[in-house]
T-cell receptor, first 113, second 120 residues
């Protein structure tokens, strides 16, 4: 069974810092990996999606990498801003069941002004 | 972009009552919708896959008689929590797959804003 782990569970940084969020998964047979943002009491906003054949994706200040063989992904946030404060979730979509997303428990980020 | 809505956004009910949550795809057709549950400080867990015009597929450990799912049209799925108890209090999120967004298996899933349920 696929298990997704995110480290750290919480992170507090001053504004302007670059930071890295980590995600690991136990089964490398994934179709894709996706990073989401969740604001308190809200649904999910997709940030970046990396297909299994890709190594990284970039969108603005965000860069996500994928090392499928080692079961790891990182989300890099450059020049963090208070508006980046949220919980970041990673999820993998399995090769054998496209319906199922396996989510990590998230990293709660607080960017202090 | 594609939008998925949920109604209500939050609900408080007494123990023993039933609660219905709606999930709608607003500008696309979704033959498949998904229902997730998220307990505080935990991750989202898939409860069931809702297929238009057929029975839902439930994940292991999810009681199908307690969580009734109906997907009567290409834009609406409902989740009814029957005889709700305090332990059912949670954040319920649906997602919908846009069948026209890509080849099979690569369709984009859009998530709703969630419904917070509190059972007293």
């Amino acid at each position: 069974k696929q298990e997704v782990t995110q480290i750290p569970a919480a992170l507090s940084v001053p504004e302007g810092e670059n930071l890295v969020l980590n995600c690991s998964f136990t089964d490398s047979a994934i179709y894709n990996l996706q990073w989401f943002r969740q604001d308190p009491g809200k649904g999910l906003t997709s940030l970046l999606l990396i297909q299994s054949s890709q190594r990284e994706q970039t969108s603005g200040r965000l860069n996500a990498s994928l090392d499928k063989s080692s079961g790891r992904s990182t989300l890099y946030i450059a020049a963090s801003q208070p508006g980046d404060s949220a919980t970041y979730l990673c999820a993998v979509q399995g090769t054998y069941n496209f319906n199922k997303f396996y989510f990590g428990s998230g990293t709660k980020l607080n960017v202090k002004p | 972009g594609a939008v998925v809505s949920q109604h209500p956004s939050w609900v408080i009910c007494k123990s023993g009552t039933s609660v219905k949550i709606e999930c709608r795809s607003l500008d696309f057709q979704a033959t498949t919708m998904f229902w997730y549950r998220q307990f505080p400080k935990q991750s989202l867990m898939l409860m069931a896959t809702s297929n238009e015009g057929s029975k839902a597929t439930y994940e292991q450990g999810v009681e199908k008689d307690k969580f009734l799912i109906n997907h009567a049209s290409l834009t609406l799925s409902t989740l009814t929590v029957t005889s709700a108890h305090p332990e059912d209090s949670s954040f319920y999120i649906c997602s919908a797959r846009d069948r026209t967004s890509g080849p099979e298996g690569q369709e984009t899933q859009y998530f709703g804003p969630g419904t917070r349920l509190l059972v007293l």
